[in-house]
């Protein structure tokens, strides 16, 4: 009785708006790490694909998951970010209207080292609690000042997906899992693979959201890196990797890292 409870609230979170990120905003004028431009600069098209389609640096988790730093799995993946109107902290940001939705593409990685405020290594969060960032490419506010957005894996416009294939990294890109914890439906994401899929879990602390991938998961076997490996009621793999240890996160969740 008390688990079949359990798995109820584990659904009723997993239909919710699934992940939430702190975002900032830059422009440099450079290439970014997946190689979209020339030594010259960036394509005009990295400061906005069309109306309402940006691109953006993502935290090593939207990147790749592996750690690398040039042509990322990341690459030319698309998010839809809603505002939820909120900045992360009273001194970091005014934040802006709630509700507004945009579209941005990862072109480039906010590394972790340089950028431990807001841009987090993978598996872990930034200074305000969130486990991802986008660094949004834009020379004046977007929809606001360094809002919190919900956000969740689409396929990208047709556009932005043309305008991908100009970057030295397409066809090129590493093969890991990324972003790391949100599931995909393959080399870019379909409505299939929503955050209200049943394959997803998604989980909620003080202020952070972490999402769990159970698609890969068997009752045998090893758990992958960054994969779920216990917790109340899971009944998937409990062993890691080699080179990763099952770390209990809560009651509910734990992983392997
Ligand atoms: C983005 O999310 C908003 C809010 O959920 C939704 O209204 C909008 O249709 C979404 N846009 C796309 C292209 O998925």
Not at 26 to 31: F, H, I, K, L
């Amino acid at each position: 009785m008390k688990s079949k409870l359990l798995f109820l609230i584990f659904d009723l979170l997993a239909s919710a708006a699934a992940y939430k990120a702190t975002t900032t905003r830059y422009y440099d004028g450079q290439e970014g790490a997946c190689g979209c431009g020339s030594s010259s600069g960036l394509f005009s098209w990295q400061v906005g694909i069309t109306s309402g389609v940006y691109t953006a640096a993502g935290s090593q988790a939207f990147f790749d998951t592996a750690g690398a730093s040039w042509c990322g799995a990341g690459c030319g993946k698309c998010y839809n970010l809603t505002s939820t109107g909120e900045s992360a902290c009273s001194s970091c940001g005014t934040g802006g209207v709630a509700g507004e939705s945009i579209i941005v593409m990862i072109t480039n990685l906010c590394p972790y080292n340089g950028n431990q405020q807001w841009c987090p290594s993978v598996g872990s969060t930034n200074q305000y609690g969130y486990s991802y960032h986008f660094d949004i490419m834009a020379q004046t506010e977007v929809f606001g000042d360094n809002v919190v957005v919900d956000f969740e894996p689409v396929a990208c416009p047709g556009q932005a997906t043309t305008d991908w294939q100009s970057c030295v990294c397409y066809g090129q890109t590493e093969t890991d899992t990324t972003p790391v914890g949100i599931t995909s439906g393959g080399s870019d994401f379909s409505s299939s693979s929503s955050s209200s899929s049943s394959s997803t879990k998604t989980q909620s602390t003080a202020t952070t959201l972490v999402s769990v991938t159970t698609t890969t998961a068997t009752s045998t076997g090893t758990q992958t890196i960054y994969g779920q490996c216990g917790g109340s009621g899971w009944t998937g793999p409990t062993a890691c990797a080699s080179g990763s240890t099952c770390k209990e996160q809560n009651q509910w969740y734990s992983q392997c890292l």
